[in-house]
């Protein structure tokens, strides 16, 4: 029963757009091209990257995610393209997204570059209420038996890199689709709408040891209210969606295996209580001498919800492509 009232809550989230509505990642340095087009092609070779998720174990209709990323640099490395697929059910939703990303790079000195991306795509939106289990089987919330909308959508960013720093700011869906309008005999509640989601990234590598032990900090923040002031209506203005963020901390041992803690809250927990701490995270990954890399995270959730569940977890398994150099001569930081 407590699984079915999780369920139902998160259906009127996705619904009210109250919370984050983009899927969230605790091992997002190694999937950066999901959040920012700019990002294309960074790694000097082709990369790919494929990524699952499973938010809160044990609770039936809990978010449940997978990404597939691949970006190559082109025309001397001035140039990166790249593929962004992702799927993401939660309840009796389920999004569906193709992209395709493209970066202008721009040396500004031997060791610094700052890339211009954009990117397009499709998502498919779908909902089948069919299998709600309802105590009121007319609630008009859930009216209908299928519902499915073909949205496109396009985005931007900026990414600015070294070989011991990166920043980042980006936008990966700017148009807000309205997924159900409001009716005269429905109250605005109803209104169903995506939003745009900001995203910051900062990171470093601080070599401790050389290149045989590097510490790696980096901070990811999410956003989606703070360009609520400048729409139409006031039940579109209304975003209670906390600004997320997640401090990761980073160790990289002999260029091979790489282990980090993390922890995910909102900055209004710190300023007036509105929001509460959400995980603190393990992770690892290891570098195969082949170019494969393989990594895995378990996220301990800090909320009341860890009662009924063990916590989330992701696996990733990754692969690059470098034909110029030796791989294990020169990691990848970022």
Same mark, same amino acid.
């Given at each position: 029963?407590?699984?079915?009232?999780? +369920?139902?809550?998160?259906? %009127? @989230?996705?619904?009210?757009?109250? !919370?984050?509505?983009?899927?969230?990642?605790?091992?997002?340095?190694?999937?950066?091209? *999901?959040?920012?087009?700019?990002?294309?092609?960074? *790694?000097?070779?082709?990369?790919?990257?494929?990524?699952?998720?499973? =938010?809160?174990?044990?609770? =039936?209709?809990?978010?449940?995610?997978?990404?597939?990323?691949?970006?190559?640099?082109?025309?001397?490395?001035?140039?990166?393209?790249?593929?962004? +697929?992702?799927?993401?059910?939660?309840?009796?939703?389920?999004?569906?997204?193709?992209?395709?990303?493209?970066?202008?790079?721009? &040396?500004?000195?031997?060791?610094?570059?700052?890339? @211009?991306?954009?990117? /397009?795509?499709?998502?498919?939106?779908?909902?089948?209420?069919?299998?709600?289990?309802?105590?009121?089987?007319?609630? &008009?919330?859930?009216? !209908?038996? @299928?519902?499915?909308?073909?949205?496109?959508?396009? !985005?931007? /960013?900026?990414? %600015? =890199?070294?070989?011991? $720093?990166?920043?980042?700011?980006?936008?990966? *869906?700017?148009?807000?689709?309205?997924?159900?309008?409001?009716?005269?005999?429905?109250?605005?509640?109803?209104?169903?709408?995506?939003?745009?989601?900001?995203?910051?990234? @900062? /990171? !470093?590598?601080?070599?401790?040891?050389?290149?045989?032990?590097? %510490?790696?900090?980096?901070?990811?923040?999410?956003?989606?209210?703070?360009?609520?002031?400048?729409?139409?209506?006031?039940?579109?203005?209304? #975003?209670?969606?906390?600004?997320?963020?997640?401090?990761?901390?980073?160790?990289?041992?002999?260029?091979?295996?790489?282990?980090?803690?993390? $922890?995910?809250?909102?900055?209004?927990? %710190?300023?007036?209580?509105?929001?509460? $701490?959400?995980?603190?995270?393990?992770?690892?990954?290891?570098?195969?001498?082949? /170019?494969?890399?393989?990594?895995?995270?378990?996220?301990?959730?800090?909320?009341?919800?860890?009662?009924?569940? &063990?916590?989330?977890?992701? #696996?990733?398994?990754?692969?690059?492509?470098? $034909?110029?150099?030796?791989?294990?001569?020169? &990691?990848?930081?970022?």
């Amino acid at each position: 029963m407590k699984n079915l009232l999780v +369920l139902i809550i998160m259906v %009127f @989230v996705s619904f009210q757009a109250m !919370g984050q509505q983009d899927p969230m990642f605790t091992k997002y340095m190694f999937n950066s091209l *999901h959040y920012n087009p700019a990002y294309a092609g960074s *790694h000097e070779h082709l990369s790919m990257a494929l990524l699952h998720r499973t =938010q809160w174990i044990n609770f =039936q209709g809990a978010p449940n995610t997978q990404t597939f990323t691949a970006h190559t640099p082109l025309r001397e490395n001035r140039v990166g393209v790249g593929l962004s +697929l992702m799927h993401d059910q939660i309840g009796v939703t389920r999004t569906s997204s193709a992209n395709l990303s493209y970066a202008y790079r721009i &040396p500004l000195s031997k060791k610094a570059k700052l890339s @211009v991306g954009i990117q /397009g795509g499709m998502t498919n939106w779908r909902a089948d209420w069919q299998k709600l289990d309802l105590e009121n089987s007319v609630d &008009p919330a859930f009216d !209908g038996d @299928v519902q499915s909308k073909w949205l496109p959508n396009f !985005g931007f /960013g900026l990414y %600015f =890199q070294t070989k011991r $720093f990166y920043t980042g700011l980006s936008s990966p *869906h700017l148009i807000e689709h309205k997924l159900r309008e409001s009716s005269g005999t429905v109250e605005s509640a109803l209104v169903a709408q995506q939003y745009r989601h900001y995203y910051f990234t @900062v /990171g !470093g590598a601080i070599p401790i040891s050389g290149d045989d032990i590097v %510490f790696k900090p980096s901070l990811l923040v999410k956003n989606v209210g703070i360009d609520s002031k400048l729409r139409k209506t006031e039940d579109l203005r209304t #975003i209670n969606a906390p600004t997320e963020f997640d401090v990761d901390l980073s160790v990289l041992f002999m260029k091979t295996l790489w282990v980090g803690a993390a $922890f995910r809250s909102s900055i209004e927990k %710190f300023s007036n209580d509105k929001s509460s $701490f959400d995980s603190g995270d393990i992770w690892a990954s290891y570098n195969l001498r082949n /170019g494969m890399r393989i990594g895995a995270a378990y996220d301990y959730t800090l909320t009341e919800i860890n009662k009924e569940t &063990p916590g989330s977890f992701e #696996i990733m398994l990754g692969y690059e492509f470098d $034909f110029k150099t030796n791989r294990i001569e020169t &990691p990848r930081y970022f």
